[in-house]
């Protein structure tokens, strides 16, 4: 997922050729649909925009729904096709450099530069904060580091108590152990790379000073509470 969404190369041999090479680029939107999903690696997540649904309780045939599509057809493209030549304007004309914190910024930015030119650039700016937001909570989601380090700062001496990655590999290790929570690093170096990683989602729920001292990192967290 994250290779398509960055420019992946597939290289596959030319039918009925011996050494003859072709390369396709993938070029396409992907949509997936889960209940428990596992692509929750942080760099797979910060490219998602992310709908979350509640199980339908009423349940219509698929003709039934082609047929609301087909009877509202004209209004559905009318709501693009009328602005189009308004929001092309617009792109060409705007030079008002774009800053943003959104991951997928080429989109971020065309988003914005449509929403300008009804005077809601700052709303959009907002939703994007928001959907930040949902990306971080759901790589959170059972994350088993967030859970035992809520845990871990429930005691009281841990609160501002600087610790190295290998200090919570084993503190962490005899939480999850005692809460029942699923930890799947072998050693604390495996421990400090995930959580070296996903250090500016956990900075969303706990304030976190991190400090260099070679060749260690050495934390500090405390909770921003709920």
């Known amino acids: 997922m994250a290779q398509a969404a960055t420019g992946q190369r597939i290289q596959l041999r030319e039918l009925y050729t011996t050494n003859t090479e072709c390369v396709f680029f993938p070029k396409c939107f992907v949509s997936l649909n889960a209940r428990e999903p596992e692509f929750k690696r942080d760099d797979v997540v910060d490219r998602l925009l992310l709908f979350r649904v509640a199980r339908l309780h009423d349940f219509r045939t698929e003709s039934q729904i082609l047929d609301e ?28 450099p ?4 959104f991951r997928m910024a080429d989109w971020a930015e065309l988003g914005w530069r449509i929403t300008r030119r009804i ?6 700016l907002g939703l994007l904060d928001k959907m930040d937001k949902a990306q971080t909570d759901f790589l959170i989601e059972d994350n088993s580091i ?3 380090l809520e845990v871990w700062l429930s005691q009281q001496d841990n609160i ?15 939480i999850a152990e005692s809460e029942g929570i699923g930890f799947g690093f072998k050693s ?12 500016s989602n956990l900075g969303m729920y706990f304030n976190i000073t991190e400090r260099q001292v070679n060749p260690a990192c050495h934390y500090t967290f405390e909770s921003k509470g709920k």
């Open 69 to 96: 599509i087909q009877e509202n057809r004209d209004a559905l493209w009318s709501e693009m096709i009328n602005q189009l030549n308004a929001i092309v304007r617009a792109l060409k004309n705007d030079k008002e």
């Open 98 to 101: 774009f800053k943003g914190k």
């Open 119 to 124: 005077g809601q650039g700052d709303y959009f």
């Open 146 to 148: 967030y859970e035992c």
């Open 160 to 174: 501002g108590h600087e610790v190295r990655a290998s200090e919570l590999f084993e503190e962490f290790k005899a």
């Open 188 to 199: 604390s170096r495996s421990l400090g790379k995930q959580l070296r990683q996903i250090l």
